[in-house]
């Protein structure tokens, strides 16, 4: 038991520090790790896809080795990249997925993740160039 206080002082005042573990970013700030999200997305989708069933594989087999090039160049900012994703996307919608379950919904959904973040960056620096531009417009 501690002991009771014999004085009291007159002029208390408080503190309150918070802290926060993590520092909030925009996504601005965060191209790098959006884009390097997109990497991982495509390689998982890559992974996935090769569980398939030649039966599903073989519709597919065609933008595989395209969505494989950009992996390994890391280049998810072209046209090429986005319309290969989409391509492969609609190809995936139409395969049944009662042929591999689950395999398929989880390729899709990683292709969409790496096209999102694609278009993310690509939106992001074109933001960026056009507030440039206005800023120069208007000196």
């Known amino acids: 038991m501690f002991p009771h206080p014999t004085s009291y002082p007159t002029a208390n005042t408080h503190r309150m520090v918070l802290f926060h573990d993590q520092k909030m970013h925009a996504d601005f ?3 790098e790790d959006i884009l390097a999200d997109a990497a991982r997305h495509v390689r998982t989708a890559l992974e996935a896809i090769t569980l398939l069933p030649y039966e599903s594989y073989k519709p597919v087999q065609g933008w595989v080795g ?3 090039k950009a992996a390994e160049k890391r280049r998810f900012l072209t046209e090429d990249f986005r ?3 989409q391509s492969a996307l609609r190809e995936l ?3 049944d997925p009662e042929q591999a379950p689950g395999v398929i919904d989880r390729s899709m959904r990683h292709l969409r993740d790496a096209l999102e ?5 690509n939106d992001l620096l074109a933001a960026d160039q056009e507030i440039t531009r206005h800023r120069h417009q208007h000196r």
Not at 117 to 121: D, I, L, M
């Open 66 to 68: 395209d969505l494989t």
């Open 83 to 85: 319309h290969t994703a």
């Open 117 to 121: 973040a694609s278009h993310r960056v």
């Open 93 to 95: 919608a139409q395969l």
């Open 29 to 31: 700030e965060r191209m």
